[in-house]
C-alpha cells in the first residue's frame, strides 16, 4: 500500500465531522488483475430514503515539486479509479479531497475548471486547521 498523505487524518476527521461513517481505511479496489488502494471509504444515511449514500475519497495535497505534474498524476489515479468503480462499486461516488489552499491554486481559473468539467472531477474542500468539509463541488 502506499504511503498516506499528510491530509489523510485530516480528511478522515472532516468526513466524520461532517456525518459521514468511515468504512474503509484505505478502500480497495480489485479490477481484472489489478489491485489499488483509495484513502478512505465512507457512508452516511439519507434520511428520507431510508439509505445510504456512498462514497470513495482519494485525498491529495498537491505539495510536490511542480503543482502541475502533481495535477497530472491525482488526474490520472482520479481517472482509473472512476472507471474501475463503476464497474466494481458502481453505488459509490469518487472524490478528491484537497485542502482550500490547494482548491484555489488549481481549481479556481479557467486551466482548473475545464478539467472538473471535462474529466468529470467531484471535489471536496476541506479546511485543513479545523478539519473541516468546507465545500462539495459536483
Not at 489491485?35 to 439509505?51: K, T, W
Not at 485525498?59 to 498524476?73: D, N, P, T
Amino acid at each position: 500500500m502506499p504511503a498516506r498523505d499528510y491530509l489523510h487524518d485530516i480528511v478522515k476527521n472532516a468526513l466524520i465531522k461532517d456525518g459521514w461513517i468511515i468504512t474503509h481505511d484505505p478502500f480497495t479496489i480489485v479490477f481484472g488483475a489489478r489491485r489499488v488502494y483509495a484513502d478512505l471509504g465512507a457512508e452516511r444515511l439519507i434520511a428520507a430514503q431510508r439509505d445510504a449514500e456512498r462514497i470513495v475519497v482519494e485525498v491529495k495535497s498537491f505539495i510536490g515539486v511542480s503543482i502541475v505534474a502533481e495535477l497530472e498524476r491525482a488526474i490520472g489515479q482520479y481517472a482509473i479509479y472512476r472507471s474501475w468503480l463503476l464497474r466494481t462499486a458502481p453505488d459509490r461516488t469518487l472524490y478528491l479531497a484537497l485542502d482550500e489552499e490547494a482548491y484555489q491554486e488549481l481549481f479556481q481559473d479557467v486551466s482548473g475548471e475545464v478539467l472538473l468539467v471535462d474529466q468529470n472531477i467531484k471535489i471536496m474542500v476541506v479546511d485543513a486547521v479545523r478539519e473541516e468539509v468546507l465545500q462539495w463541488i459536483n
